[in-house]
Nanobody, 125 residues
Framework: QVQLVESGGGLVQAGGSLRLSCAASGLSFSSAAMGWFRQAPGKEREFVGSISRTGGRTNYVDSVTGRFTISRDNAKSSVYLQMNSLKPEDTAVYYC??????????????????WGQGTQVTVSS
């Protein structure tokens, strides 16, 4: 059974930083592109960023480019989201997702099969 467990969320002031972690189990981790999504109250879930199987390629939504960084440690079956210069509009529940891919360079996570339960990030102004 695949499980993705996010951690690291919390309350932070605008301009601050948080590092989210997502630990995977039951997953052939190095065979999956990994992504982060978020959902703010009253809004649809949106893509934040993703990383290829080896970590060689990343992709971000424009609103977080330059502020957020995704990384992964295949030996630990974990993916991370370093969030800097946080803004109140970054407030949301953050989810990690996994999508198996035959392409080692792909960052595609649309249609991800596996999802975590989410971790709350709140940025105060």
């Amino acid at each position: 059974q695949v499980q993705l467990v996010e951690s690291g969320g919390g309350l932070v002031q605008a301009g601050g930083s948080l590092r989210l972690s997502c630990a995977a189990s039951g997953l052939s981790f190095s065979s999956a592109a990994m992504g982060w999504f978020r959902q703010a109250p009253g809004k649809e879930r949106e893509f934040v960023g993703s990383i290829s199987r080896t970590g060689g390629r990343t992709n971000y939504v424009d609103s977080v480019t330059g502020r957020f960084t995704i990384s992964r440690d295949n030996a630990k079956s974990s993916v991370y989201l370093q969030m800097n210069s946080l803004k109140p509009e970054d407030t949301a529940v953050y989810y990690c997702a996994a999508r198996y891919s035959d392409d080692v360079h792909s960052t595609r996570v649309v249609g991800a099969r596996y999802w975590g339960q989410g971790t709350q990030v709140t940025v105060s102004s």
